[in-house]
């Protein structure tokens, strides 16, 4: 096994945190309600959630390590936004398409929301709504990420004012968490606390280049620890700290863990890599892939010779596999002709 690249590393982070994602709601949501009266296969996977606060650190980090270059040149903001409106739409609306198709086609098994015009555009722009969330429930995550790329892209356009901005963002989001104050839309979503995961990941990309390998190591595996740890901790007992508070520690931990997988040069499973590039197809398509999974297995009477523990092994083989054939025969050849038409804006898929 050859040392890890700069790209296999994250890409290996990417892989386990959307498996971790899965992982959650298969056991959270999916096998209680579905096969086994209320159990799952075990409440240390509960903290599997918290591949989401990897994710938003991982993310800031990208955009700081790839682009952080460009900060003060208003000449490269076009460029920006393109790969990352490219990299993110495209397949998300092909899938929230099917998925809305699929609501038609069997009337009352999707949100009520999912039948009000407005809902569905809001959800297809992926723009926050005070009442309802996006009708593909996972695309809140999304959402957050295209407020952290238009704040990002105010630091290409001009970087004194985006440094003000991105303070004042930083102090909001403080102020909501330290107050306790349950606060509505859309304070509640601009100063979220998931968005200082942002900043953790940019600070990384900041300074990563100058973490020698041996140390790049140090930090992957003590922040590896400190993640599985608290992740445990939460999963058995009360969780440790407020619920605005929990994606504080995680992120915390995942920068640590992104340092290491960016510079500490570690071995990284072919298969692993493989799976982190069809990471966000994976992330996409894993509510729906269960779901309907499950109607099959219920008719199958699987569930009653499998442990639970297996059934949730068959239930992420599954969504590893369906994320797979759809990030090669959807997302990669959209990337591909995007890349082709749109060259050299579109660049790289990251």
Not at 127 to 145: C, K, S, Y
Not at 233 to 248: R, T, V
Not at 254 to 267: M, Q, V
């Amino acid at each position: 096994m050859q040392p890890t690249t700069k790209l296999d590393g994250l890409q290996c982070g990417r892989a386990v945190a959307a498996l971790m994602v899965a992982v959650f709601h298969a056991n959270v949501f999916l096998l209680p309600a579905k096969f086994y009266d209320g159990q799952g296969a075990g409440a240390i996977f509960g903290f599997g959630y918290a591949g989401v606060e990897f994710f938003f650190v991982l993310s800031g980090f990208i955009m700081m390590f790839v682009h952080g270059r460009d900060l003060g040149h208003p000449d490269k903001v076009g460029t920006f936004l393109s790969k990352r409106i490219l990299r993110i739409y495209p397949i998300y609306w092909i899938i929230l398409t099917v998925l809305l198709l699929l609501y038609v086609l069997s009337p009352g098994s999707g949100p009520q929301h999912a039948q009000d015009p407005i809902a569905i555009l809001a959800s297809y722009l992926l723009f926050p709504q005070p009442d309802n969330g996006p009708i593909m429930r996972v695309a809140w995550t999304l959402q957050h990420e295209m407020l952290f790329y238009l704040i990002f892209a105010t630091l290409l356009i001009n970087l004194r004012l985006g440094i003000a901005l991105s303070a004042v963002w930083v102090c909001g989001c403080l102020a909501v968490l330290v107050s306790g104050v349950d606060t509505a839309y859309p304070v509640g979503f601009i100063f979220k606390s998931h968005n200082l995961l942002f900043l953790f990941g940019v600070a990384v990309g900041a300074v990563v280049r100058r973490v020698p390998q041996s140390m790049a190591r140090i930090c992957f595996w003590g922040g590896a620890l400190a993640f599985a740890s608290l992740g445990a901790f939460e999963s058995l007992n009360d969780a440790p700290l407020p619920e605005a508070w929990m994606p504080i520690p995680y992120g915390v931990a995942s920068a640590f863990i992104i340092i290491g997988l960016a510079n500490g040069g570690l071995p990284a499973p072919r298969w692993l890599t493989l799976l982190g590039d069809a990471s966000y197809a994976i992330y996409l398509v894993h509510m729906p892939t269960m779901t309907i999974a499950a109607v099959f297995i219920a008719r199958s009477g699987l569930h009653h010779i499998l442990h639970p523990l297996a059934m949730l092994g068959l239930i992420l083989l599954l969504v590893s596999v369906v994320g797979v054939f759809v990030h090669r025969a959807v997302e990669k050849p959209l990337l591909s002709y995007f890349k082709r038409r749109a060259s050299p804006i579109v660049k790289a898929q990251i």
